[in-house]
């Protein structure tokens, strides 16, 4: 009986130690969604096109540049050991949710805002930037703050936060809004261009590139709120979401991410 005992006991403790060493060995690999790109050799992720010092495809060689196409690079280096196995999929504030659910990128670093309800459905990292809601107008239309704006039309983007928060901020200065959604910035600069939206909104870092466009329009100075820009994984890729916590955080502390803003010129109004 004593015997049987032993061997009982010896056995759970084989089980165990087997146990551990498995799951010791999953950490030092970072677990499924890590292990997963690890076996593909390449981190997919999502970026703006057309935000430049952001995301931005210069067209003349073909290759993403900016703030957060570097972060993505720090995050590849750190998975795969090379910033140069990645492929860039570039998304809009409309598709970006989409293409990270249905796995088509690992991760998405795209202007996109923290939320309490996006906190719902994607994980964010800390935050690595912040910026604010702005307006981009017609010069010639008299036009210098959102309370000129009441009974007008502002353009903004599906899928964006935009329209929520300039609501709050409308209610507040006793101007009523009236918002008209687009699939992408292009066609917004377009309908203002046409008369018909009297606003451009969204974040500032993404209009300055549409005033750069048309010398008619101006891009107001003051700011309607704060948006605080995270790295989103998808939800249950738990040890994906840590690594990449983990990476902002060094980047942060060690003043990296100061030294990149400087480097893009788009150090941040704080
Ligand atoms: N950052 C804002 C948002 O996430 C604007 C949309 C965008 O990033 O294009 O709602």
Do not use: C, H, W
């Not at 292990?35 to 057309?50: H, N, P, S």
């Not at 409308?170 to 008369?195: C, D, N, V």
């Amino acid at each position: 009986m004593k015997r049987i005992s032993r061997i009982a006991v010896s056995l759970f403790v084989v089980l165990l130690a087997g146990v551990l060493l498995a799951s010791l060995a999953a950490m030092a690999a970072g677990g499924p969604s890590v292990e997963k790109i690890k076996q593909r050799g390449e981190l997919k992720v999502g970026v703006k096109a057309d935000v430049l010092g952001f995301g931005f495809k210069n067209l003349q060689t073909g290759e993403f540049e900016g703030y957060e196409i570097e972060i993505a690079r720090r995050i590849a280096k750190e998975i795969l050991g090379d910033a140069k196995k990645i492929e860039f999929v570039p998304v809009t504030a409309k598709t970006r949710a989409a293409l990270l659910d249905n796995g088509e990128v690992d991760m998405v670093i795209a202007t996109f805002t923290i939320t309490p309800e996006r906190r719902k459905i994607v994980d964010f990292s800390p935050v690595y930037y912040t910026d604010g809601i702005k307006l981009l107008v017609k010069k010639d239309a008299g036009i210098k703050s959102l309370k000129d704006l009441d009974g007008k039309v502002i353009g903004v983007a599906k899928g964006a936060d935009t329209a929520n928060r300039l609501k709050q901020q409308g209610e507040k200065l006793g101007a009523s809004l009236r918002f008209a959604e687009f699939e992408t910035y292009p066609e917004i600069l377009s309908a203002l261009q046409a008369g018909r939206v009297q606003a451009f909104s969204t974040d500032g870092s993404i209009l300055k590139y549409y005033e750069s466009l048309d010398k008619s329009t101006v891009l107001l100075p003051q700011r309607y709120s704060a948006e605080e820009y995270g790295v989103t994984t998808k939800r249950g890729n738990d040890d994906l979401r840590d690594l990449v916590a983990r990476v902002i955080t060094d980047l942060d502390k060690s003043g990296e991410l100061d030294r990149l803003q400087d480097k893009f010129g788009i150090a941040s109004e704080k």
